[in-house]
């Protein structure tokens, strides 16, 4: 199996600000990787793929980038409402897939 | 617009069976694998099982390996999930999610549904 660990396991921040969520795999994904945006009550949401590839419709203030083992995500220009929980995903063809344990943003 | 609509939840008793239904709409449902990731309440995501697009191809959770079994019906564009032998710890929220790849490896998942909650207890 493939161990996917994110940091921090929670985050406060301003509206206006950039923040930075890293995701760390136990062996190298290559590029296999999403991020999802969960809101309260509400199902995951795809944002990135393939690491850095922005889902359409997504703002581009979200970014992802990385390789191998080392990834992030980063928000700039935080609004209120990026106010959710963040999970990374591997998804190699060699191993079922696995989430992050998420990052919750809170927004000051 | 996609739409997954899932259903078939409820309460049910330790060791009993569950039948979870996910229907699709707003897209060629064969042409797509799919697959079922549940969430504990206030938990994380886990992946449960995903099924390629003509059925070929199965795959499954080491948790609930043996236990769950998933199936489709292309012709009624619907992802299935048979729940057998159900413990206290496959309580939660069970969402239908779809690949944006006809095969069940190496894809994300693009579109999620708003999930079935599944309590096993006595």
């Known amino acids: 199996d493939i161990q996917m660990t994110q940091s921090p396991s929670t985050l406060s921040s301003s509206v206006g600000d950039s923040v930075t969520i890293t995701c760390r795999a136990s062996?190298?994904?290559?590029?296999?990787l999403a991020w999802y945006q969960q809101r309260p009550g509400k199902a995951p949401k795809l944002l990135i793929y393939?690491?850095?590839r922005l889902e359409s419709g997504v703002p581009s203030r979200f970014s992802g980038s990385g390789s191998g083992t080392e990834f992030s995500l980063t928000i700039s220009s935080l609004h209120p409402d990026d106010c959710a929980t963040y999970y990374c995903?591997?998804?190699?063809?060699?191993?079922?897939?696995?989430f992050g344990q998420g990052t919750k943003l809170e927004i000051k | 617009e996609v739409q997954l609509v899932e259903s078939g939840g409820g309460l049910v008793q330790p060791g009993r069976s569950l039948r979870l239904s996910c229907a699709g709409s707003?897209?060629?449902?064969?042409?797509?694998?799919m697959h079922w990731v549940r969430q504990v309440p206030g938990k994380g995501l886990e992946w449960v099982s995903g099924?390629?697009?003509?059925?070929?191809?199965?795959a499954y959770a080491d948790s609930v390996k043996g236990r769950f079994t998933i199936s489709r019906d292309n012709s009624k564009h619907s992802l299935y999930l048979q729940m057998n032998s159900l413990r206290a710890d496959d309580t939660a929220l069970y969402y239908c999610?779809?690949?944006?790849?006809?095969?069940?490896?190496?894809?994300?998942?693009?579109?999620w549904g708003q999930g079935t909650l599944v309590t096993v207890s006595s």
């Open positions: 999610a779809k690949s944006p790849s006809v095969s069940v490896t190496n894809s994300y998942l693009d579109y």
């Open positions: 707003g897209f060629t449902f064969e042409d797509y694998a």
């Open positions: 099924i390629n697009w003509n059925s070929g191809t199965t």
């Open positions: 062996r190298n994904i290559t590029t296999s």
């Open positions: 393939k690491a850095s």
């Open positions: 995903q591997h998804y190699t063809s060699y191993a079922w897939y696995t």
